[in-house]
């Protein structure tokens, strides 16, 4: 491990509160566990979205909880790492507190950068793609101003059991249909990149939502990668010195340990 801090880590999709409070926490505590090893080297890390299964924050109120890893990020800011966060669907009501108290960068849509020559495009990877219309609705109706301000308007107790529940319910319907690894041409993030591809190029396309972890090439000199999530996979990608690679934690010491893991599941042990 180089004393320098020069790596980019990426990763995704923790749903913390879910499915209850002690196997969060667990998994909250192995969260703040490798943020801890990543920060010996890290210069930035990118958070993909989907930090808590169900988040909405009052003008004057948030949810109880994660204090841990919201305590992690905000010592990590502090200490100079460059934070950001690719807001997902299950966390699309972050407003301002999450990213004044912490001290991170939030982007609400999918950017495009360029690190040590390479041209990367990164994003969450909710509705986009073919189909998927109904939650296409739901989420112009999430991002309504006003009816966001008539969420604000319930009390917090009987809202986030609602968010709750809400949440719950498209995870049931996601969590059977997501889980096997369609094929590139029936992936709907892999069209998504390509029709993107077909206007500029880009070497690195990384994305989260898809809770697979997947490092493909999608196109002549392009790889597609899916950050998996913090339920089952626990994987995440790092950028050194204009290389990516795709990792899957094994147990929660030093990341030189960690595994690389390329195409789709399942991988090779
Ligand atoms: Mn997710």
């Given at each position: 491990?180089?004393?320098?801090?020069?790596?980019?880590?990426?990763?995704?999709?923790?749903?913390?509160?879910?499915?209850?409070?002690?196997?969060?926490?667990?998994?909250?505590?192995?969260?703040?566990?490798?943020?801890?090893?990543?920060?010996?080297?890290?210069?930035?890390?990118?958070?993909?979205?989907?930090?808590?299964?169900?988040?909405?924050?009052?003008?004057?109120?948030?949810?109880?909880?994660?204090?841990?890893l919201l305590g992690k990020l905000a010592e990590l800011s502090d200490r100079g790492i460059d934070l950001h966060l690719f807001i997902g669907n299950h966390d699309m009501w972050i407003f301002d507190y999450v990213p004044q108290e912490v001290g991170l960068q939030v982007h609400r849509e999918p950017q495009a950068f360029e690190w040590h020559g390479k041209k990367l495009f990164i994003g969450h990877g909710d509705g986009l793609g073919p189909g998927d219309h109904g939650y296409k609705f739901i989420k112009r109706v999430f991002r309504n101003r006003l009816c966001q301000w008539a969420f604000a308007r319930l009390h917090p107790n009987f809202a986030l059991w609602m968010g709750d529940f809400w949440s719950g319910r498209s995870r049931k319907k996601s969590y059977v249909n997501d889980r096997k690894f369609l094929g590139l041409d029936q992936e709907w993030l892999v069209i998504h990149c390509r029709g993107v591809l077909s206007?500029?190029?880009?070497?690195?396309?990384?994305?989260?939502?898809?809770?697979?972890?997947?490092?493909?090439?999608?196109?002549?000199?392009?790889?597609?990668?899916?950050?998996?999530?913090?339920?089952?996979?626990?994987?995440?990608?790092?950028?050194?010195?204009?290389?990516?690679?795709?990792?899957?934690?094994?147990?929660?010491?030093?990341?030189?340990?960690?595994?690389?893991?390329?195409?789709?599941p399942p991988f090779a042990t």
């Open positions: 491990m180089s004393g320098t801090r020069e790596r980019i880590y990426l990763l995704s999709d923790f749903h913390l509160g879910i499915p209850d409070a002690a196997s969060s926490l667990d998994r909250e505590r192995r969260i703040v566990r490798f943020l801890d090893e990543a920060a010996k080297d890290a210069k930035a890390i990118y958070l993909l979205g989907d930090l808590f299964d169900f988040w909405f924050e009052w003008k004057r109120a948030v949810p109880r909880g994660h204090v841990r206007k500029e190029h880009f070497d690195l396309m990384i994305f989260g939502h898809r809770h697979l972890p997947l490092d493909l090439q999608i196109a002549e000199g392009t790889r597609y990668i899916n950050l998996g999530d913090w339920i089952t996979y626990f994987t995440y990608a790092v950028f050194d010195r204009g290389e990516l690679r795709l990792m899957q934690r094994l147990g929660d010491g030093p990341l030189d340990r960690d595994r690389r893991i390329e195409g789709a």
